[in-house]
């Protein structure tokens, strides 16, 4: 099966649900034993529930991987791949341009408990050999491409290989892929991470995280650390991410048709100093991205001229349709002021090192009209030159 019918099809028979075309939602905390030690396929849902497990079943489908699980939140889906496979005295190697959310969690909760946390710029792969020889027991290599906001890239084929040759697994966050985009257990990694929140929702009204890993033998841990520590997806909020995931292919065309057209037209723009787009000849990292990605994606960031908190705040208050929020990949466009929201949580100084400036606003394309799309953004953007 191709993408867009595997996103429909797969992993769902209507006969093993009372002929239900649409999986059905499995409101229960549990299931009937009829005798002591019998084996039925869901007892306690937090081991498993039928309306989970075809969403798990259909990421790890579309994922190419084993196995899937999905969580209450991405972050809760990243905390598991960690404390299934960390242990303190480990070392993990994450990329330096990293979700500010997963570095807080990598910092603040990892690093407290004796796992040694260390960033490194793995645009170029060399920066990983130098890593793996500074470092000792590194047990996992954490890429996230492309990434959150500037939308680099890291050539997840080579640094994949230096890793396992080095004994390391490999995960991913392939959250603004998706993987209509990019699989990248096809690519060499062992673990793939999505905040369902985004684009596999899509529609802006579930909180989720799901993973898929490449073999059982990944599976099993997980598993159990899923089983032990409980911060699975409940059935309902499973349904509607089936439900976005149906659509998916329809709306990642739409979503990086967009994009395109808009980054493209910003880069024009007078108010704007850059524009980020993988999808760009401009973009550092673009014949990376036509190699490694089927199509750019829906994120799309700029730096303005006027580097200023006002310039930044004129933008978003001069928006008529485009509205400010925390997140992005749903059907709606959105600006994110990433100094200030995504990354509040990192130091200033690292911000500003990673390009994360104060006049720094990330745009998530949405599926509307990309005219009334660059209506609003181009009418809001002509105020920033003045910031008022
Ligand atoms: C790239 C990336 N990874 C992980 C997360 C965390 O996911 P959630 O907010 O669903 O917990 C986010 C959320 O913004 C994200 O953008």
């Known amino acids: 099966m191709k993408f867009a019918t595997e996103a429909i099809h797969s992993s769902y028979d209507p006969d093993d649900h009372n002929r239900a075309i649409m999986p059905p939602i499995y409101q229960n905390s549990m299931f009937q034993m009829k005798e002591i030690g019998e084996q039925i396929p869901f007892r306690y849902a937090r081991a498993s529930n039928p309306t989970r497990k075809v969403l798990e079943d259909t990421v790890a489908a579309l994922e190419h991987g084993a196995a899937g699980f999905a969580f209450g939140s991405g972050m809760a ?25 997963s570095y807080d969690l990598l910092t603040e909760v990892y690093a407290l408990w004796g796992v040694n946390v260390v960033f490194a710029d793995l645009t170029d792969p060399a920066y990983l050999d130098k890593a793996l020889a500074e470092h000792a027991n590194v047990k996992m290599v954490w890429l996230e491409t492309p990434s959150n906001p500037l939308l680099r890239l890291v050539d997840i084929e080579t640094l994949a290989a230096k890793a396992k040759a080095a004994g390391a697994l490999v995960g991913i966050d392939n959250t603004f892929a998706t993987p209509y985009l990019q699989n990248p257990l096809d ?10 929140t985004k684009y596999l929702c899509g529609h802006s009204d579930v909180l989720m995280g799901v993973v898929a890993v490449k073999t059982e033998e990944l599976a099993r841990p997980m598993r159990a650390m899923m089983m032990n520590t409980g911060g699975v997806a409940g059935p309902m909020d499973c349904a509607l991410v089936l439900r976005g995931i149906k659509t998916l292919a329809l709306r990642m065309q739409r979503h990086c048709e967009n994009a395109l057209e808009i980054a493209r037209r910003l880069e024009a723009h007078p108010a704007v100093e850059k524009v980020f787009y993988p999808g760009l000849p401009s973009h550092e990292h673009h014949n990376l991205a036509k190699r490694q990605m089927r199509d750019f994606g829906g994120v799309v960031s700029i730096w303005l001229k006027n580097d200023s908190k006002e310039a930044a705040n004129s933008v978003i208050k001069n928006l008529q349709m485009v509205q400010m929020a925390s997140s992005l990949g749903g059907v709606e466009s959105l600006i994110n002021h990433c100094y200030s929201q995504s990354h509040s949580g990192v130091p200033h100084e690292i911000k500003t090192a990673a390009g994360i400036k104060i006049g720094l606003l990330r745009f998530s394309i949405g599926v509307e009209d990309v005219e009334d799309i660059w209506a609003d953004i181009s009418a809001a953007l002509d105020t920033a030159r003045t910031g008022q």
Do not use: N, Q
Not at 78 to 88: E, G, K, S, T
Not at 187 to 196: E, L, N, P, T, Y
């Open 77 to 101: 889906g990243i905390d598991c791949v960690y404390r299934a496979f960390l242990r303190p005295g480990d070392t993990i190697i994450a990329v330096s341009d990293i979700y500010g959310g």
């Open 187 to 196: 690519m060499g990694c062992d673990i793939v991470f999505h905040s369902a």
